[in-house]
């Protein structure tokens, strides 16, 4: 047992420091039948075991990178520079706890404000929180925060908005009452959101690019969100999007929430990821989430803190902002390294080449008998109306090397108008052979 | 060596407080902000000049600037190695914070983890295409409800806070099926549970009050049966308990909640005292998070990503949220929205969805690696180990400080500040001595049904050698305090990269990020 660094005799040397005689003399608050239960479970393992039966299970899955990947829909493949995964396994980030101690914890201080920062900056907003979760745990705690800033119990879901952050945020909506309206699926980015704000709205919840790619003028919806006493909460799942379009903050959210996987994350099958979460100024004591502020130290030397924790759970119990605990440290950090290597310049530069990757995939697509491209506009996602159902297509293509994308009836399975649609996206890492082999495999699929 | 090939002395010892002109003290190195020291063209990444002027961005696209300056890739590099150089963590030393278990994280877990097959897997790839993912879900789960005696697991919350939501919406589920969701609105938990606890439940829409505790630290049983009756939602016990100790009457306080109608959750933050050893499903709980990142060693990362699956009872199963795998044949799927869930004829419904994927899949990997590189034996040795540890740390300090309460502890020994008593020194100022001999300061102030608490988890991971020098600074540190060292006390940390904070200033005056003015300003 390798993990473990004693002997038996040390142990006896304990237990005999401690006063008892056995291990189970400590454990005598348990009742005498639960202790020591049996298990079903084999004995330890030494690492090549472990290696090898892990091995097994993780060669039976296609990676992203194992050919050409198209598939997208609130998690992106793209290259992550090795600098990124080298340093957030070092030792003094990878095992250290939440910065509870600040004078032995500015490693960790020092980049949650450089990743606020970097956050507020990307989203257009004055403030940022040092993450949540993930985009759509996110995207449940604004509807949350927009409740309790504007004391109004309506939520209006965009029909753009990805339906498992649509679904996220009302399953934590309903346990307080609140009203959550979903309008329905909109492929083309037509729906008159806006019209639907009323004075009961705390929030309307719009993403931009949408799920099925489309670009969103969020401006119109603030306003009349404005009008109305109500928040408008902006959703990016593409965080490199940053890059080539106008900010949320600049077309008037009032709180932004976004998956930042994109920015240093693997895709991971789905986690851990980290969720963008910004703001204005004024709601910061509104805001769930760790926040981390510069102040001084008793040298007057600039440091870093967690601050205004008089909103969360660990003080504020019952009346807290939210009961989050922890943040997405690591996922923070590597998303600080690789926005920091991009910089302003790398970023735009990169959001130019997934949106040249897109243009081209649509174009080639497009050529393809049986196949409609859905979108006017878009930054490196589209969707497809396919001339059949597109699930078995993708699993066809699965078969044949290409991760062609999401169908329709993986994210909307009960509506039948929506299995034909077919989401694509192409980042940085899509190459124009990949692309060929895509379109002439989809011929062949249709 | 020196250049003339002589051996180099090691001189006289004098003043040690020397003023250097960079600000550094040799090893360690200040380091400005990223943005202080980058530029807005600089970049750290080669990419191609794109071919085309393609705009299809619908008119919205960016004309403003961003406001972030890049770095170049060596200077990214020291950049955060240095950054890393004022952390403390638990490759260094011990970490003793007690309820939040720091043990070693082995790196075979890391390895795993990054292996394309689960590293690169898109979370919407399909199902025949994740097949090991889906199957390395299912065989974690397996190994968390065999650990626990539980029939279901919830494996998607994505820390333990979630999956104390996760749990409590459960019950909440299952009193609407009921229908006594509308008169079943409290929930009970001691005052000395984590703050989660309380929170979670406002935040299911429940209200919640205080279980009183005895003079031994644990739930006064028949103070609760009073509280008990039919608007009783359910009852929130951390065990062991965050004072470290086993709750005695466990059982019988299940018993009680299950006779009142109500539900057992059970915080299982310290599962760690007694995986391997006990099941909980033994002791009548209907849900119970466990933090993979504590009992199953996934790394804390500086504050997560945690992960929080979530064991469910028989009465709680059928609410359990979307996804989830099933297998049938030998082949996997996920179970994905409500509707799907439904089983025909049935009235009860799925909670829901609480994540957009499929939970910490990351975590997952590394945790699956701890538990079978340990197997059965290890994590009961594990547990073993824990408890004997901290009961050694009892033992051997409590000749100095003053435990909390009487008796042995599991794998948490508290102590409260009685020993601290008129030296004028506090729990915050023992805490920050600790940093100046190179350790980490226990839990403070937590949990509150303790003055000025102290709460030592040393974890499985520490040698006796390890643990012996702890103590015995531990020992010296409140000798010291009693001879009348306050002032010692109050100026510490000395040595750490930063003396005290004012955190009144920080939250009086929040500074929450970086501008380009300041940029601008530096410049001039």
Same mark, same amino acid.
């Given at each position: 047992?390798?993990?473990?660094?004693?002997?038996?005799?040390?142990?006896?040397?304990?237990?005999?420091?401690?006063?008892?005689?056995?291990?189970?003399?400590?454990?005598?608050?348990?009742?005498?039948?639960?202790?020591?239960?049996?298990?079903?479970?084999?004995?330890?393992?030494?690492?090549?075991?472990?290696?090898?039966?892990?091995?097994?299970?993780?060669?039976?899955?296609?990676?992203?990178?194992?050919?050409?990947?198209?598939?997208?829909?609130?998690?992106?493949?793209?290259?992550?520079?090795?600098?990124?995964?080298?340093?957030?396994?070092?030792?003094?980030?990878?095992?250290?706890?939440?910065?509870?101690?600040?004078?032995?914890?500015?490693?960790?201080?020092?980049?949650?404000?450089?990743?606020?920062?970097?956050?507020?900056?990307?989203?257009?907003?004055?403030?940022?929180?040092?993450?949540?979760?993930?985009?759509?745990?996110?995207?449940?705690?604004?509807?949350?925060?927009?409740?309790?800033? =504007?004391?109004?119990?309506?939520?209006?879901?965009?029909?753009?908005?990805?339906?498992?952050?649509?679904?996220? =945020?009302? =399953?934590?909506?309903?346990?307080?009452?609140?009203?959550?309206?979903?309008?329905?699926?909109?492929?083309?980015?037509?729906?008159?959101?806006?019209?639907?704000?009323?004075?009961?709205?705390?929030?309307?919840?719009?993403?931009?690019?949408?799920?099925?790619?489309?670009?969103?003028?969020?401006?119109?919806?603030?306003?009349?969100?404005?009008?109305?006493?109500?928040?408008?909460?902006?959703?990016?799942?593409?965080?490199?999007?940053?890059?080539?379009?106008?900010?949320?903050?600049?077309?008037?959210?009032?709180?932004?929430?976004?998956?930042?996987?994109?920015?240093?994350?693997?895709?991971?099958?789905?986690?851990?990821?980290?969720?963008?979460?910004?703001?204005?100024?004024?709601?910061?004591?509104?805001?769930?989430?760790?926040?981390?502020?510069?102040?001084?130290?008793?040298?007057?030397?600039?440091?870093?803190?967690?601050?205004?924790?008089?909103?969360?759970?660990?003080?504020?119990?019952?009346?807290?902002?939210?009961?989050?605990?922890?943040?997405?440290?690591?996922?923070?950090?590597?998303?600080?390294?690789?926005?920091?290597?991009?910089?302003?310049?790398?970023?735009?530069?990169?959001?130019?080449?997934?949106?040249?990757?897109?243009?081209?995939?649509?174009?080639?697509?497009?050529?393809?008998?049986?196949?409609?491209?859905?979108?006017?506009?878009?930054?490196?996602?589209?969707?497809?109306?396919?001339?059949?159902?597109?699930?078995?297509?993708?699993?066809?293509?699965?078969?044949?090397?290409?991760?062609?994308?999401?169908?329709?009836?993986?994210?909307?399975?009960?509506?039948?108008?929506?299995?034909?649609?077919?989401?694509?996206?192409?980042?940085?890492?899509?190459?124009?052979?990949?692309?060929?082999?895509?379109?002439?495999?989809?011929?062949?699929?249709? | 060596?020196?250049?003339?090939?002589?051996?180099?002395?090691?001189?006289?010892?004098?003043?040690?407080?020397?003023?250097?002109?960079?600000?550094?003290?040799?090893?360690?190195?200040?380091?400005?902000?990223?943005?202080?020291?980058?530029?807005?063209?600089?970049?750290?990444?080669?990419?191609?000049?794109?071919?085309?002027?393609?705009?299809?961005?619908?008119?919205?696209?960016?004309?403003?600037?961003?406001?972030?300056?890049?770095?170049?890739?060596?200077?990214?590099?020291?950049?955060?190695?240095?950054?890393?150089?004022?952390?403390?963590?638990?490759?260094?030393?011990? /970490?003793?914070?007690?309820?939040?278990?720091?043990?070693?994280?082995?790196?075979?877990?890391?390895?795993?983890?990054?292996?394309?097959?689960?590293?690169?897997?898109?979370?919407?790839?399909?199902?025949?295409?994740?097949?090991?993912?889906?199957?390395?879900?299912?065989?974690?789960? /397996?190994?968390?409800?065999?650990?626990?005696?539980?029939?279901?697991?919830?494996?998607?919350?994505?820390?333990?806070?979630?999956?104390?939501? !996760?749990?409590?919406?459960?019950?909440?589920?299952?009193?609407?099926?009921?229908?006594?969701?509308?008169?079943?609105?409290?929930?009970?938990?001691?005052?000395?549970?984590?703050?989660?606890?309380?929170?979670?439940?406002?935040?299911?829409?429940?209200?919640?009050?205080?279980? $009183?505790?005895?003079?031994?630290?644990?739930?006064?049983?028949?103070?609760?049966?009073?509280?008990?009756?039919?608007?009783?939602?359910?009852?929130?016990? &951390?065990?062991?308990?965050?004072?470290?100790?086993?709750?005695?009457?466990?059982?019988?306080?299940?018993?009680?909640?299950?006779?009142?109608?109500?539900?057992?959750?059970?915080?299982?933050?310290?599962?760690?005292?007694?995986?391997?050893?006990?099941?909980?499903?033994?002791?009548?709980?209907?849900?119970?998070?466990?933090?993979?990142?504590?009992?199953?060693? &996934? $790394?804390?990362?500086?504050?997560?990503?945690?992960?929080?699956?979530?064991?469910?009872?028989?009465?709680?199963?059928?609410?359990?949220?979307?996804?989830?795998?099933? !297998?049938?044949?030998?082949?996997?799927?996920?179970?994905?929205?409500?509707?799907?869930?439904?089983?025909?004829?049935?009235?009860?419904?799925?909670?829901?969805?609480?994540?957009?994927?499929?939970?910490?899949?990351?975590?997952?990997?590394?945790?699956?690696?701890?538990?079978?590189?340990?197997?059965?034996?290890?994590?009961?040795?594990?547990?073993?180990?824990?408890?004997?540890?901290?009961?050694?740390?009892?033992?051997?300090?409590? &000749?100095?400080?003053?435990?909390?309460?009487?008796?042995? !502890?599991?794998?948490?020994?508290?102590?409260?500040?009685?020993?601290?008593?008129?030296?004028?020194?506090?729990?915050?100022?023992?805490?920050?001595?600790?940093?100046?001999?190179?350790?980490?300061?226990?839990?403070?102030?937590?949990?509150?049904?303790?003055?000025?608490?102290?709460?030592?988890?040393?974890?499985?991971?520490?040698?006796?050698?390890?643990?012996?020098?702890?103590?015995?600074?531990?020992?010296?540190?409140?000798?010291?305090?009693?001879?009348?060292?306050?002032?010692?006390?109050?100026?510490? $940390?000395?040595?750490?990269?930063?003396?005290?904070?004012?955190? &009144?200033?920080?939250?009086?005056? $929040?500074?929450?990020?970086?501008?380009?003015?300041?940029?601008?300003?530096?410049?001039?």
């Amino acid at each position: 047992m390798r993990y473990l660094p004693h002997n038996d005799i040390d142990r006896q040397a304990m237990l005999k420091a401690i006063g008892v005689s056995n291990i189970d003399a400590l454990f005598s608050d348990v009742p005498k039948d639960a202790l020591n239960a049996k298990f079903d479970l084999p004995d330890h393992m030494g690492e090549m075991e472990v290696e090898r039966a892990l091995g097994v299970m993780a060669a039976k899955n296609r990676a992203a990178g194992a050919g050409p990947c198209f598939i997208g829909a609130g998690a992106y493949k793209h290259h992550i520079p090795a600098t990124v995964d080298h340093i957030i396994q070092r030792s003094e980030f990878l095992t250290a706890y939440t910065p509870y101690q600040p004078e032995i914890a500015q490693g960790t201080l020092q980049y949650l404000f450089e990743f606020q920062t970097q956050v507020a900056a990307l989203t257009g907003m004055e403030v940022a929180n040092a993450s949540m979760y993930d985009g759509s745990t996110g995207c449940a705690e604004a509807a949350l925060m927009a409740r309790r800033v =504007t004391k109004k119990n309506k939520v209006l879901l965009s029909g753009g908005l990805h339906p498992h952050y649509g679904a996220v =945020t009302r =399953t934590n909506l309903e346990l307080v009452d609140a009203t959550v309206a979903q309008a329905p699926i909109d492929v083309d980015a037509s729906e008159d959101i806006a019209s639907q704000i009323d004075d009961e709205t705390a929030c309307v919840i719009v993403q931009s690019p949408d799920v099925f790619g489309n670009v969103r003028d969020l401006t119109p919806i603030a306003e009349a969100a404005h009008a109305h006493g109500a928040m408008l909460v902006a959703v990016v799942t593409e965080a490199i999007s940053f890059g080539a379009l106008k900010s949320p903050g600049e077309m008037g959210a009032d709180i932004v929430v976004g998956e930042g996987q994109s920015i240093g994350n693997g895709l991971n099958f789905g986690g851990p990821y980290v969720g963008l979460f910004a703001t204005r100024q004024k709601y910061i004591r509104n805001m769930p989430g760790r926040l981390c502020g510069e102040t001084t130290d008793a040298e007057g030397k600039r440091g870093f803190v967690l601050t205004l924790s008089t909103r969360e759970q660990h003080i504020r119990r019952d009346k807290a902002t939210s009961n989050i605990c922890t943040n997405s440290g690591l996922c923070t950090l590597a998303f600080t390294i690789h926005m920091t290597l991009l910089g302003e310049a790398g970023l735009q530069k990169l959001a130019m080449l997934n949106h040249e990757a897109a243009c081209k995939t649509a174009d080639a697509l497009g050529q393809v008998n049986g196949v409609e491209v859905v979108n006017k506009s878009y930054f490196n996602e589209f969707t497809l109306r396919l001339s059949k159902d597109a699930s078995g297509v993708v699993d066809q293509l699965a078969e044949e090397g290409v991760l062609a994308g999401v169908p329709g009836a993986r994210l909307w399975p009960h509506d039948k108008e929506a299995h034909n649609l077919l989401i694509v996206a192409a980042t940085e890492c899509v190459t124009d052979e990949d692309i060929k082999t895509f379109s002439s495999k989809l011929a062949g699929a249709l | 060596m020196n250049n003339q090939g002589r051996p180099t002395g090691a001189g006289e010892a004098t003043a040690s407080n020397v003023k250097t002109f960079t600000g550094n003290k040799a090893l360690q190195i200040e380091e400005a902000l990223s943005f202080e020291i980058g530029s807005f063209e600089q970049t750290g990444v080669d990419l191609p000049e794109p071919a085309s002027n393609a705009n299809r961005l619908g008119g919205l696209d960016r004309k403003s600037d961003i406001g972030l300056p890049g770095l170049s890739e060596p200077e990214t590099m020291r950049h955060f190695v240095r950054l890393s150089q004022k952390n403390y963590a638990i490759d260094m030393g011990p /970490f003793p914070l007690g309820s939040c278990t720091m043990k070693h994280n082995p790196r075979l877990n890391e390895k795993m983890a990054r292996l394309p097959g689960f590293g690169d897997l898109h979370p919407l790839a399909p199902e025949s295409a994740v097949q090991g993912a889906l199957e390395l879900i299912d065989t974690l789960a /397996f190994w968390l409800k065999e650990l626990t005696g539980m029939p279901a697991v919830a494996m998607s919350p994505k820390a333990g806070a979630h999956g104390e939501l !996760c749990g409590m919406m459960a019950i909440k589920a299952a009193l609407e099926a009921r229908g006594e969701a509308g008169k079943r609105k409290r929930v009970l938990a001691p005052e000395s549970a984590h703050g989660t606890n309380p929170a979670t439940a406002v935040q299911c829409g429940f209200t919640v009050e205080n279980i $009183p505790a005895d003079k031994t630290g644990r739930v006064d049983l028949e103070a609760l049966k009073a509280k008990l009756g039919d608007d009783i939602a359910g009852i929130m016990v &951390t065990n062991p308990n965050t004072c470290g100790l086993f709750e005695r009457d466990i059982r019988a306080i299940a018993d009680a909640v299950h006779e009142a109608g109500g539900y057992f959750y059970c915080d299982g933050a310290n599962f760690n005292a007694i995986a391997g050893k006990v099941r909980p499903g033994d002791l009548g709980v209907d849900a119970m998070h466990i933090n993979l990142h504590k009992t199953f060693s &996934t $790394p804390h990362g500086g504050g997560g990503p945690g992960s929080g699956p979530t064991v469910l009872s028989e009465a709680l199963a059928p609410f359990a949220p979307v996804p989830y795998v099933i !297998c049938e044949d030998g082949k996997y799927s996920l179970v994905e929205t409500r509707r799907a869930a439904k089983a025909e004829g049935e009235s009860v419904e799925s909670l829901g969805r609480l994540t957009a994927f499929h939970g910490q899949m990351g975590m997952f990997v590394r945790a699956l690696s701890y538990m079978m590189s340990h197997g059965k034996d290890g994590v009961r040795q594990a547990s073993e180990d824990a408890v004997l540890n901290a009961n050694y740390v009892l033992a051997r300090l409590k &000749t100095e400080m003053t435990p909390a309460f009487e008796g042995h !502890c599991m794998h948490e020994a508290l102590f409260d500040d009685r020993f601290l008593k008129d030296t004028g020194v506090e729990t915050i100022d023992f805490a920050k001595a600790m940093i100046d001999e190179g350790y980490h300061p226990m839990t403070m102030y937590f949990p509150l049904v303790v003055h000025g608490a102290m709460l030592i988890e040393p974890t499985e991971s520490e040698s006796k050698r390890e643990l012996d020098l702890f103590c015995g600074a531990m020992l010296s540190l409140a000798k010291r305090a009693k001879a009348g060292e306050a002032d010692a006390f109050k100026a510490a $940390p000395v040595y750490a990269p930063r003396r005290r904070l004012d955190e &009144t200033a920080a939250a009086r005056h $929040p500074v929450l990020r970086w501008t380009p003015a300041q940029k601008a300003e530096a410049a001039e």
